[in-house]
């Protein structure tokens, strides 16, 4: 059974809020992929997994040819099940439908709260998925402190 949760971010921007959930990943041994279809949204999650906080060290990669060693691999590819970097963690944070979920152990999709068209795409799969067996789809919203709340 694969777990994709939902986030609605409300309180902190992508920037701040992936690079804190892919920490937390990491340390119970995920490995990850982010896809996104824009290669600049990329580049600045790139960035920020690098900057976020001077103290820590997320090792990830755009894909290239270090991909297949990096447990965290941001691309503008398909990330099926055959994903570079053997991931089992895939990261939706553009709207994309994320297409087949079963090949991994757990999504996560990120979304904007704020965004109106955010909202309603997240909505629209949040149904799609629920039909789809296999996976389980678990909403969080985060709260005005940045902590995250799971919605009945």
Request: proline share 6%; aromatic share 10%; hydrophobic share 50%.
């Amino acid at each position: 059974m694969t777990d994709v949760n939902f986030y609605q971010l409300a309180a902190k921007p992508l920037d701040a809020v992936l690079p804190r959930l892919l920490e937390k990943a990491v340390a119970a041994g995920y490995r990850a992929v982010i896809r996104a279809a824009d290669p600049a949204l990329l580049a600045r999650l790139d960035a920020a997994l690098w900057t976020y906080d001077p103290a820590s060290f997320l090792p990830h990669a755009v894909d290239g040819p270090y991909a297949a060693a990096q447990p965290i691999l941001l691309t503008g590819g398909d990330a099926g099940e055959g994903a570079a970097n053997d991931a089992d963690l895939l990261v939706v944070i553009d709207g994309v439908m994320p297409g087949e979920l079963t090949a991994y152990r757990r999504a996560l999709y990120l979304f904007d709260g704020a965004d109106d068209a955010a909202l309603g795409l997240a909505r629209r799969h949040w149904k799609a998925i629920r039909e789809l067996d296999g996976v389980t789809p678990v909403y969080w919203r985060e709260t005005e402190r940045g902590g995250w709340e799971k919605a009945a």
